[in-house]
């Protein structure tokens, strides 16, 4: 891939839980954006409400950025311990900006930390409370935001509080901007980017927003689930929009009611998803099954984090790929979608919907707590085209909801909605769904079941090759969320004769999936977990081998440098 | 309306000859009937084991899904589509052990469903041990000392949890089975309604005649009055007593699907309603 580098800031907030890190990077990123500077922005974070050491790392840049870096160049640590917490990714060029007196044993000899005393100037203005505003102030002017942009920020976000904290609001505003031009001016502290007014017209949005505007987009109108990390986003997005969409939103008493609940709302002509994590979706697997037998539609949400069992509750991982492909008993097809980006978040979700209908199956998002707690601007979403068809028909007397055909597909019929009875049944079914033990019928019905799955193929999605259309000698493939991580790398090796190959669609494969992994010379696969399981899928499926795995399994996600580096190593 | 609507043809019942689960088809049949409920609006939902293959045996829609999990797809059922009459009925076992989680949190959420459960205090289908509710004392091929756990009280703890409709029946007197399934089909809101029936095969201790001598109708009660219902009860716990009829009402509960808020101005079922797509291009825009 031709060699590109992103001009680009990477300022790390640092902070324990409750102490306002997310209140600085809320109102940093919306005002940044809306002068100009592409955003990124993740975070990581402990399972707990309070305390602790949380982070927010962002990069302001000029041209598109959207992956993670371990570079510093700027840190801002709100705490005693929140140098240290950073410590490996520290470097001479990084500056710490911040209450020296908090961390000055922390920082080796040789890093450059500038005083800034954020409490003693919002304690004089009136409350330590206001130290975010000062640090919004101080980090607007060093991005040489207009201090009217900031100001009428500030207004609009805390409108409707009292006149005084308004006042004092502005007060430490003005005074953390007063700052920053002094550390411009006194100690050469400067960002210099060009802002791009395309920023201006695109959108702000998260993982877990991406996939609730896609399933709103998929027409959406259930979900119940149980809270559990990383999934949650989700259910909190569709609660705060039900009302406005027809969705019903219910906190299902486990993962069991969610899923079932799922099936009972497809039955009766809703379009629910099932959204829960690992754990939770071991306790699912039952149900999965189940409509692998009633032939449902139904879409599953799977935000991957690190097991087994509680794992590292609110970390990354993609080590559920095996889960989602194997789990439930019996036999039955199913299709596994990996969104990389944003876009295809929204655009997967919302065509998980559409092949979950049309082919009567179980069909998965599967993202990770990277991919949704991640955000940067990107295109506006497009809705304006009508993407919900319902795929079910009014029925006839004496209709059959198993009806034997060659293409093993059913005409699918809801109560309510025509004269005839729709059966579902758990059991073994005849063509009516009246439980059978006759042995000859349950062949039919397992052959009828599957027989969709040809389907599935010729409507699965092709991996996206960089360059197109190129036979590059080295191919790293990769899957889900680490897309635009590698795409990053790829660019800052630079190397022609590298290619990447990444699947949005990770089951069942296009049938031309292999083509370009066939032409490498050197296969390296990429992937967050430790087993290399997209790599056995490959060998079991397209019957390919690559001949080396890129693996982290240490929670979080990998770096641009780290990617930059392993396959540095590989290939030299 | 006949009862025979309700029957559909060529069936190949599974149920033992003398089954209680005959006495209370038959008084469902008839109660829907009375009613005037038409197959195509009743979706009835099971679980697994003998009582849960009634659907089977019924002509309307069903689904018959998991053991333990009837109550959830069965609210989900009534919740996207209210139009439709809602029954979910299982045994013992599958309603009070297996799905023990979601009996407890569907009468707190209060769907407009009939819960009918029947109670004969053993597992029929895998041959004969202990259920939820069997007595202590009662010996089966596992539990060869006999049942050692405090049987479950489905009805105290459905009147704990304020449920809006609990009611028991025995078999042993079809008709009342039928008048109490009536009242509990027509109450709106989650409705609980306990069936004694006898199991001819493995439950030889708590027999046709063993209900007669320990069940009685109740008399001089209001339901509304929830002590009082609630020390109803508590007698099979203190006295070995069964009282039968309506033990509570909760008039004043509201429906689950009402109180999520989506049938204020529309009452038509979720799938007639259309992508409001000028209102999500408005949300993207405010990303």
Redesign the interface.
């Known amino acids: 891939m031709k060699k590109k580098k992103p001009q680009d800031i990477s300022l790390v907030l640092v902070g324990p839980a409750g102490m306002g890190v997310q209140t600085v990077e809320q109102v940093l990123v919306k005002v940044l954006q809306s002068a100009g500077y592409h955003i990124y922005a993740t975070k990581e974070y402990m399972s707990r409400v309070r305390g602790g050491m949380n982070s927010t790392s962002l990069r302001v840049a000029g041209s598109p950025v959207r992956a993670p870096v371990d570079r510093i160049d700027l840190l801002i640590p709100l705490a005693a311990g929140a140098v240290s917490h950073v410590a490996k990714r520290l470097s001479s060029s990084t500056i710490i900006l911040g209450e020296k007196a908090l961390f000055e044993k922390e920082i080796e000899d040789g890093f450059r930390a500038i005083d800034i005393p954020f409490s003693k100037i919002a304690t004089e203005i009136g409350s330590k409370i206001y130290s975010n505003i000062v640090a919004v102030g101080l980090l607007g002017a060093l991005f040489h935001v207009e201090f009217q942009l900031l100001q009428d920020f500030i207004r609009k976000r805390f409108a409707g509080k009292d006149q005084k904290i308004l006042d004092e609001n502005g007060q430490a505003l003005q005074a953390g901007y007063e700052q920053g031009a002094r550390l411009a001016e006194q100690e050469n502290v400067e960002f210099d980017l060009k802002p791009d007014p395309n920023v201006k017209k695109q959108m702000l949005v998260s993982g877990a927003e991406a996939v609730g505007l896609g399933a709103i987009a998929g027409g959406c109108n259930f979900i119940a689930a149980y809270p559990m990390s990383p999934s949650t986003g989700l259910l909190t997005f569709l609660a705060k929009h039900g009302r406005d969409f027809n969705i019903l939103v219910e906190q299902a008493e486990d993962e069991i009611a969610g899923i079932n609940m799922a099936l009972g709302a497809w039955y009766a002509g809703g379009r629910a998803i099932a959204s829960t994590s690992g754990g939770g979706f071991a306790l699912m697997t039952e149900g999965l099954s189940l409509a692998g037998m009633i032939e449902s539609p139904l879409v599953v949400h799977l935000a991957q984090r690190p097991g087994p069992a509680t794992g590292l509750p609110t970390r990354t991982e993609q080590g559920d790929l095996d889960l989602a492909l194997y789990a439930g008993h019996g036999e039955f097809p199913r299709v596994i979608l990996a969104p990389g980006t944003l876009q295809q978040a929204f655009d997967l979700t919302g065509h998980a919907f559409d092949l979950a209908d049309r082919f009567q199956i179980p069909v998965f998002v599967l993202t990770d707590q990277y991919f949704v707690d991640t955000y940067y601007n990107t295109d506006r979403f497009d809705a304006s085209e009508d993407r919900v068809h319902h795929h079910f028909i009014e029925s006839e007397e004496g209709y059959k909801r198993f009806a034997l055909s060659d293409s093993g597909l059913s005409p699918r019929a809801i109560p309510g909605h025509g004269k005839g009875l729709v059966a579902a049944d758990s059991d073994e079914h005849d063509e009516f769904g009246r439980i059978t033990e006759d042995l000859d019928l349950r062949v039919k019905m397992v052959d009828k079941r599957l027989a969709r799955t040809k389907f599935l193929v010729e409507e699965a999605i092709g991996p996206t090759l960089w360059p197109q259309e190129s036979d590059s000698k080295h191919l790293v493939i990769c899957w889900g969320s680490t897309l635009p991580i590698v795409q990053e790398a790829l660019e800052r090796i630079g190397r022609d004769d590298l290619g990447l190959l990444h699947f949005s669609q990770v089951f069942p494969l296009h049938p031309a999936a292999a083509q370009p992994i066939g032409k490498a010379q050197t296969r390296i696969c990429l992937e967050n977990n430790a087993g290399g399981q997209f790599a056995r899928l490959l060998k079991t499926y397209a019957d390919i081998e690559v001949d080396h795995t890129i693996l982290k399994y240490s929670g979080a996600a990998f770096t641009v440098e780290e990617i930059v580096t392993r396959i540095t190593e590989i290939l030299d | 309306m006949d009862e025979k609507h309700f029957t559909p043809e060529n069936?190949d019942m599974?149920w033992c000859p003398g089954c209680g689960d005959f006495g209370i088809l038959k008084s469902l049949k008839k109660a829907l009937a009375e009613l005037e409920i038409a197959?195509?609006?009743l979706?009835m939902?099971s679980g697994?084991g003998q009582a849960a293959?009634i659907?089977?045996y019924l002509?309307?829609?069903?689904?018959?899904?998991?053991h333990g999990?009837a109550l959830?797809?069965?609210?989900?059922?009534q919740?996207?589509?209210p139009?439709?009459t809602v029954i979910a009925e299982s045994g013992d076992g599958d309603m009070y052990g297996e799905g023990g989680?979601?009996f407890?949190?569907t009468i707190r959420?209060n769907p407009n469903i009939t819960n009918i459960v029947h109670n004969n205090m053993v597992y029929g289908l895998t041959k004969g041990q202990a259920s939820p509710t069997s007595r202590r004392g009662f010996k089966t091929p596992v539990q060869v000392a006999g049942v050692l756990l405090e049987p479950f009280n489905p009805l105290a703890v459905a009147i704990a949890l304020d449920a809006s409709f609990v009611a028991r029946t025995s078999i042993t007197d079809p008709d009342h089975t039928k008048a109490i399934i009536k009242q509990a089909i027509r109450h709106e809101g989650y409705s609980l309604v306990d069936i004694l029936q006898p199991c001819v095969s493995f439950n030889k201790i708590n027999t046709y005649q063993w209900f007669k001598d320990h069940a009685y109708p109740i008399e001089n009660h209001d339901p509304h009055d929830r002590r009082a219902a609630f020390d109803l009860a508590l007698q099979e716990s203190e006295n070995g007593k069964l009282p039968l009829g309506v033990l509570y009402v909760n008039p004043d509960k509201v429906p689950y699907h009402k109180a999520?808020?989506?049938y204020e101005s529309d009452s038509s079922?979720?799938?007639q309603?259309?992508?409001?797509?000028e209102?999500?291009?408005t949300?993207?825009?405010e990303?």
């Open positions: 069936i599974a197959p195509e609006n979706v939902v697994i293959k659907p089977q002509n309307c829609h069903y689904f018959n899904g998991l999990r959830s797809p069965a609210t989900a059922i919740a996207v589509n139009h439709l989680n979601h407890i949190h959420r999520a808020g989506l079922p979720l799938w309603r259309p992508l409001d797509r209102k999500l291009c949300l993207i825009a990303y």
